[in-house]
């Protein structure tokens, strides 16, 4: 069988940079204790590296103060805390329909406890209006919380006219990073972002398990867990200071060790290059799939201000089985189906055909990868015609 072609980078990177694996694989095997916990000297060396990643992320993120860099476990864990622990029943919330589950999911259940929630759609393009936010302001919105790049369509957001206007207003704004983090540019201070959270799996070609946020200073986030915290110990509630605010026992130091190692080789191959080079290749992606009869695909017109993030659909086949045809007879890893954002599907009306079809471009693409998809989905459309 000729070698798997994947395509599903925007669910998670693969494969990742050599340097990630043999860093981690060293890291582990010589400093895989428990960091900042004692005076030993592995464990020192440890926490260093854990620091040194925290500094390197805040810098990523044009963070001012490292220290309010706190590492999760994904993009998952960081959203649930920024948002259970900035609204409380009686708030008002604005988000967009745009939004993953781990924004969608909590939300909802605010929702059903006295949080109201609005939802600013996207436009045909697959675009919020800035305008749309301000619109929606009340005295007791206590919270914008917004997709940067969508894992659905790949639109990348208006995000530094939605800041500045959340910041006339005086109203926190929060950043879902998940796609955006190691593609485009993530500056919380240009952007006017009070809080960005990040998953290390994605497009910063890490392991999974490792994540985070940033919390600009000024910004706080109500404690909702507690924990250790390897400082204090005799302290009887959990520590306010950051970064352990939002920090809970040990971290997955195995995580920042990848973490580490994957946002290094982004920063020495440059990450206008490394996104170029995707987008030269969902370009290619986009003009070969538009000139197939009965391929039907979803705000993919203009590909500025985008991510290579690429939904279809084949007329006369549902999403599920060409994703199960390009397995197994083409080999070629995509992703099918509502992609966890229901509400992106209800707007492009996908969800009536149970999703779309998504490939996901990565940095160890090649032109031959995208040759070879193209003729893969021709191949079915002209099955699906007959």
């Given at each position: 069988m000729s070698k798997l072609i994947y395509m599903d980078n925007g669910?998670?990177?693969?494969?990742?940079?050599p340097e990630v694996y043999?860093?981690?694989d060293h890291f582990y095997r010589n400093f895989g204790v428990n960091p900042g916990r004692s005076g030993y000297d592995l464990c020192v060396e440890t926490g260093e590296l854990v620091e040194n990643t925290r500094k390197m992320m805040a810098r990523f993120f044009n963070g001012a103060d490292p220290n309010r860099l706190c590492f999760g476990y994904n993009s998952t864990d960081a959203l649930n805390l920024i948002i259970f622990g900035m609204l409380k029943p009686g708030d008002h919330a604005v988000t967009t329909t745009l939004e993953h589950n781990s924004v969608l999911r909590p939300l909802?259940?605010?929702s059903r406890a006295g949080v109201e929630v609005d939802h600013v759609p996207f436009d045909k393009g697959g675009f919020v209006d800035p305008d749309d936010f301000s619109k929606r302001?009340?005295?007791n919105t206590k919270l914008v919380i917004i997709n940067q790049a969508s894992n659905v369509i790949g639109?990348?957001?208006p995000i530094k006219e939605i800041g500045r206007r959340c910041r006339e207003h005086g109203v926190p704004l929060a950043i879902d990073a998940s796609q955006a983090a190691g593609k485009v540019p993530v500056d919380i201070e240009d952007a006017f972002v009070d809080i960005v959270a990040f998953t290390g799996h994605k497009s910063l070609l890490g392991p999974t398990g490792i994540g985070g946020l940033y919390v600009r200073e000024g910004i706080e986030i109500r404690l909702t867990r507690a924990g250790g915290t390897g400082v204090r110990s005799a302290v009887r509630?959990?520590?306010e200071e950051y970064p352990y605010r939002l920090e809970y026992g040990t971290l997955n130091v195995?995580?920042?060790?990848?973490l580490h190692a994957g946002l290094k080789w982004i920063l020495?191959?440059?990450l206008e290059s490394v996104h170029q080079l995707e987008m030269k290749l969902t370009t290619k992606l986009r003009d070969g799939l538009k000139g197939i009869d009965g391929v039907t695909m979803y705000c993919q017109d203009n590909l500025a201000d985008h991510i290579g993030v690429l939904p279809f659909n084949v007329t006369g086949m549902e999403a599920m089985n060409v994703g199960t045809i390009l397995d197994v007879d083409h080999n070629i890893a995509c992703r099918t189906g509502l992609h966890c954002a229901p509400l992106v599907h209800e707007g492009l009306g996908t969800d009536k055909v149970h999703g779309a079809v998504r490939f996901g471009i990565g940095p160890f693409n090649t032109e031959e990868h995208i040759d070879t998809a193209i003729g893969a989905v021709r191949e079915i459309a002209e099955m699906a015609r007959k």
């Open positions: 669910a998670t990177s693969f494969p990742k940079p043999d860093f981690m909802y259940h605010l302001f009340k005295k639109t990348v957001q509630t959990h520590l195995l995580g920042v060790a990848g020495d191959k440059g």
